[in-house]
């Protein structure tokens, strides 16, 4: 599975944004897809996740309420809608692909290149 992430941006605090998350390969609906981000100088954190029908979703605390993720199989798509944002939010944020799906780093072996989200205040 081969990931890119799109849709960063320059925006306001209480702006909003919409990541999209395409992918490559036969397989892609057989796998969850979460999105993480990483802060300058800080690791890389989970943000939130869809299982491979995307009937399920789990999400961060601090971003519960304000983003919503979503999946299309058919388009091969991921979605992450980021409302209410804040200048905490800023980040690189990535996609990511995997079998076991969850909120740990180490469950994700596909991931594509981030896209960069900057929430000015």
């Known amino acids: 599975v081969q990931l890119q992430a799109s849709g960063g941006g320059l925006v306001q605090a209480g702006g909003r944004l919409r990541l999209t998350c395409a992918a490559s390969g036969r397989t892609f609906s057989t796998y969850a897809v979460g999105w993480f981000r990483q802060a300058p100088g800080k690791e890389r954190e989970f943000v939130a996740t869809?299982?491979?029908?995307?009937?399920?979703?789990y999400y961060e605390q601090s971003v519960r309420g304000r983003f919503t993720i979503s999946r299309d199989n058919e388009k091969k798509t991921v979605y992450l809608q980021m409302n209410s944002l804040k200048p905490e939010d800023t980040a690189v944020y990535f996609c990511?692909?995997?079998?076991?799906?969850?909120?740990?780093?180490?469950?994700?072996?596909?991931w594509g290149p981030g896209t960069q989200v900057t929430v000015s205040s």
């Open positions: 990511a692909a995997s079998i076991l799906g969850g909120n740990e780093l180490n469950h994700y072996h596909y």
């Open positions: 869809t299982n491979w029908s995307g009937g399920a979703s």
